[in-house]
Structures are given as structure tokens and as C-alpha cells.
């Protein structure tokens, strides 16, 4: 029969669970999101057998002086009295800077630490800060029934996490727009039940030629709302409107906000910056990298749509990098350099010095 959750539905699942605060299984680690976690669960967890860890990325754990044995992963021990403001504060950097010294703090060395790692990313990828509590269960299969949890196997997950979910056409309709009358959106959904992503057509561009693109990540704040800390709105009106005067263009829409760390994240970040750090700073200390998203979403979306090369609107290098290497070939990089003003300087300057955006 084929009721039963696969592999990626049980993830998906697993997401929402850590988002709403309830603990996952995986393999036999129990798995708790250091953001939402609370008093009463921390304290079950105090009463199991076995070293409470924090997994943390080494970025984190780079900014707390805490041992990253794990390459990219760090194991902070959890003092037997560890408390929940202690496990935010490790998790969050937002007061850092007026309460520092949380340590010294033990990391723990050797084993393995590949859930560990899965954990991190499973956590991550439900867009939650990058912290997850971790303890060894003695019975996994007994207490995922007596507390009726999620379970997912370890290796499959591990394996799963990996791999870019494939993207399905959902549905297009005609979009009359101010750029041009000739609009048609295209909606682009996911397998694992992650984030829809649109592609916006205009006029009806020729796909054995290259096509006018800009591939362009979500960002509510700039896009929608009109904020002067970067330049993300009057690129996007920009880019729509050179394809309305062209006649043709294809504008991806992807829902990747804060470069992929999602909006209540960069707001993190938008408070770590208004303490002094910059844009790419901020970002580490929160324990992501400079930049989580996956352009190889735009090049799917872009082939499905039976394009094989582009004019990709765009400052950024790695856009171009990434679309060569998936097989869509990039006949010109048309620069796209509009918005500055005195808010969002810095912003740009720090990503043409730290990020190689071409000005
Ligand atoms: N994490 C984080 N994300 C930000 C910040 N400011 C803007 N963003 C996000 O950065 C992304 C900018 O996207 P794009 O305009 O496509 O990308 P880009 O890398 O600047 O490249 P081009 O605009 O093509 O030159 C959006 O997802 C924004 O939400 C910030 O300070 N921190
Ligand atoms: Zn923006």
C-alpha cells in the first residue's frame, strides 16, 4: 500500500513539528530546535540517560570560542543545570554583545557525529535558527510510540537532505502587468513542501535564442515594502521593466528571502547590523554562511520552460557561475546597478568587497 509517508514527506513533516516546538526522531537521536524549545521540554530532556548536546555550526561556535570537531559542526555539551535562557543564548546571537561570556564551554569530541550534522541541517532547513538540542535515545522505537512522535530514519535522511527536491509546473495564467500586457506567471512547486517559485514570462521570448533574465531571490522588505536597506525593489521594477520594453524577458521569482535563511532570520541579521556588523558579519554570527541559496532552482525552472541560455540581469558572479554549471549557458551578464541611496550603501559596498558583486 502507499499511504505511509516516504522518505521526504516524513521530513516535511518533521519541519513542521520543530517549528511548532515538538521534538523529532532521527535514527536513534532525539532531535529538539533550540528556538523553540521550552522549560518543560528542556527539563524532560535533563531527565533522560546520556550528554544533552547543542549542535551548532562551527560560524556559531567560531563567535562563542566553543571547539568545532566536526568540521562544520560543533557539539556543545549541555551543563547538567543548563537553563533555556542558556540554550537561546547559544543559539542566538541578539545579546552577545551585552551578556559575552557564556563559557568556557565543552564541546564534545570523537564518535560520530553525522546525525548530529543531519540534525543541524534538518533544523536549518525549517528555516529556524541553526541550534538543535541532540540526545542519544536508548529505544528509539519504544519512545518514538509512547510519545508518539515523528521518527525518520537516519541514513535516509541524511541522504535526503542533501539532494535538491525536484520542481513541478503547477499551473500558468495570462498576468496583464504595467511593464507589459503580455505577462504570464508560472508557479513551480517543490516535492518536499518546501517553497513554491514563480517564473513571470513576458511576451513570448524565443527559446532557441538567449533569453533576457534576471533571476531574482525574494525579499519582502525590499520587493514589497519598499525599504532602503538594499537595493532588491528597484532591481526588481528595474528588470520587469527592460523586459516590458524589450518585449520579451523571463524574471524567476525565488523564494529564497535573506539569501535563503528566511525573513525572521534576516531580521536577526537586520538587528545584528543596527549593533555594528555588516551584512555578511551578521549572517556568520548567527552561524549561516554568507549566502544558503540554491541558484540551481532557476537553471530547473529555466530548462523546464525549454530555455538553454540567458542575458542574466544580474551583479553577481556566482549567479553566473551556477548557471553555467547547470547547463544554461550565460551570452551576457547585463548589469543591473540601481537603488543606492544612503541607507544601503554600506550593504553594496560590503557585498562587492566580501561577496564579489561587480559594481
Ligand atoms: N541575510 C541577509 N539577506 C539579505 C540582506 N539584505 C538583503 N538580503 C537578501 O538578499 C537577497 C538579494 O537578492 P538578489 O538581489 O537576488 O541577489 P544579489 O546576490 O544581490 O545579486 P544581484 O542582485 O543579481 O546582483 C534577497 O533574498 C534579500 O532578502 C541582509 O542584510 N542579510
Ligand atoms: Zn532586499
Not at 316 to 344: I, T, W, Y
Amino acid at each position: 500500500m502507499s499511504f505511509s509517508p516516504d522518505v521526504t514527506e516524513t521530513l516535511a513533516r518533521a519541519r513542521a513539528d520543530l517549528r511548532m516546538g515538538v521534538p523529532v526522531v532521527l535514527g536513534d537521536i532525539l532531535v529538539l530546535a533550540a528556538e523553540t524549545l521550552t522549560e518543560e521540554r528542556l527539563a524532560d530532556v535533563m531527565t533522560l540517560q546520556g550528554d544533552a548536546v547543542l549542535a551548532i555550526t562551527a560560524r556559531r561556535a567560531q563567535t562563542l570560542k566553543a571547539r568545532a570537531y566536526d568540521g562544520d559542526l560543533a557539539r556543545v555539551i549541555l551543563p547538567k543545570d543548563a537553563t533555556l535562557k542558556w540554550v537561546q543564548s547559544i543559539a542566538d546571537p541578539a545579546d552577545d554583545l551585552r551578556a559575552p561570556m557564556k563559557g568556557p564551554l565543552g564541546a564534545m569530541r570523537g564518535g560520530d557525529a553525522t546525525l548530529h550534522n543531519t540534525a543541524l541541517n534538518l533544523v536549518k532547513s525549517a528555516r529556524l535558527l541553526p541550534a538543535a538540542v541532540v540526545i542519544d535515545l536508548i529505544d528509539s522505537v519504544a519512545f518514538t510510540r509512547t510519545h508518539g512522535l515523528t521518527a525518520i530514519d537516519g541514513a535516509a535522511a541524511t541522504a535526503h537532505l542533501q539532494i535538491r527536491s525536484p520542481l513541478h509546473s503547477v499551473v500558468n495564467a495570462r498576468l496583464p502587468m504595467e511593464v507589459s500586457e503580455a505577462g504570464r506567471l508560472h508557479i513551480f512547486r517543490p516535492e518536499d513542501g518546501g517553497e513554491e517559485h514563480y517564473a513571470i514570462e513576458i511576451g513570448r521570448p524565443d527559446r532557441s535564442a538567449p533569453v533576457l533574465c534576471r533571476l531574482h531571490s525574494a525579499c519582502f522588505t525590499g520587493d514589497l515594502m519598499g525599504s532602503l536597506k538594499c537595493d532588491c525593489g528597484p532591481q526588481l521594477r528595474a528588470a520587469l521593466a527592460q523586459m516590458g520594453s524589450e518585449g520579451h524577458g523571463i524574471l524567476l521569482y525565488l523564494n529564497q528571502e535573506g539569501r535563503g535563511i528566511g525573513l525572521a532570520n534576516k531580521m536577526r541579521a537586520y538587528s545584528l547590523q543596527d549593533q555594528g556588523f555588516d551584512t555578511v558579519e551578521a549572517n556568520h554570527r548567527l552561524g549561516f554562511e554568507d549566502d544558503e541559496r540554491d541558484f540551481r532552482l532557476g537553471a530547473d525552472i529555466l530548462k523546464t520552460m525549454g530555455f538553454s541560455a540567458v542575458r542574466l540581469l544580474t551583479n553577481n558572479p556566482r549567479k553566473v557561475e551556477m548557471m553555467e554549471q547547470c547547463g544554461v549557458r550565460v551570452a551576457e551578464r547585463v548589469p543591473l546597478s540601481v537603488g543606492e541611496n544612503r541607507h544601503n550603501a554600506a550593504y553594496l559596498a560590503t557585498k562587492a568587497a566580501k561577496s564579489g558583486h561587480l559594481l
